[in-house]
């Protein structure tokens, strides 16, 4: 168990409201799946990204898209949503084919939050088994629509769905198809390594926008993985997690 998974279950721990006695229980058995947590970047030492996709796939934007990840080495995720991979099946073969991850983004993409709990699972659970039935594996990863999710749902999906939930850091409105300058300034401007990138795939002008955006990026230095990848190189900030570690520090006095 590294770090990473350490800090993992303690934060989803506190999100989903739990006693710091359950928290020692869990880590001690280890027979509890994780919780899930959301996270939105990482702190990494690695000058890595990870562009994510969503609300495809796609049948015309998306292969485009391939292409230019193809030309350019450039490994990306893509949330899909399930009734497109019912319509796009190829598409998604393809996604996965090429090297990139892919993760849900509900059947129909309602507000999760609004939805009763029936309504929610039938939403994650019939876009987790289009994807089984197109590409032969699960998703780890999940993106409620619009970052919208509430505490309780996120402990259930991290318990019954095993997923994480991964939100963004960056995010550049593509879906208003911005002027290409204003796009890529948007995201220039605020990338950084850890960070996650949201566009989506079902846009002509983000995928037209997209040679520009990765060779910019790469101009700064960083590089492109795929979220659970960024995840992996996710390298924390202090030492052990020790019970002592995790205490805020002591108040200094400024004289
Ligand atoms: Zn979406």
């Given at each position: 168990m590294n770090l990473g998974f350490l800090r993992f279950c303690a934060a989803g721990a506190l999100l989903a409201g739990l006693s710091p006695f359950f928290i020692g229980n869990t880590l001690a058995q280890e027979t509890a799946p994780s919780p899930s947590v959301e996270v939105s970047s990482v702190t990494t030492r690695e000058r890595v990204v990870a562009l994510t996709f969503d609300d495809g796939p796609h049948a015309t934007f998306t292969p485009r898209l391939l292409d230019v990840l193809k030309a350019h080495g450039v490994k990306a995720t893509f949330f899909v949503i399930g009734m497109n991979v019912e319509q796009n099946p190829d598409v998604l073969r393809r996604i996965a084919a090429e090297g990139h991850e892919i993760g849900n983004h509900t059947w129909?993409?309602?507000?999760?939050?609004?939805?009763?709990e029936e309504a929610w699972r039938a939403q994650l659970q019939q876009t987790n088994d289009v994807i089984v039935r197109t590409i032969g594996a699960p998703p780890r990863i999940v993106r409620p629509p619009y970052g919208d999710i509430t505490p309780e749902q996120e402990e259930n999906i991290g318990r019954d769905f095993h997923y994480r939930v991964v939100l963004w850091s960056?995010?550049?409105?593509?879906w208003m198809e911005p002027l290409r300058p204003i796009l890529l300034r948007r995201v220039f401007t605020h990338a950084e390594p850890g960070s996650i990138v949201l566009l989506h795939d079902i846009h002509a002008s983000t995928v037209d926008a997209m040679p520009a955006l990765i060779e910019g990026l790469q101009k700064r230095g960083l590089r492109f993985v795929t979220v659970s990848e960024l995840l992996a190189l996710e390298?924390?900030?202090?030492?052990p997690a020790t019970a002592a570690a995790a205490q805020p520090p002591p108040q200094r006095v400024v004289p």
């Open positions: 129909s993409h309602p507000n999760l939050a609004k939805l009763p960056v995010d550049p409105d593509d390298s924390p900030p202090q030492p």
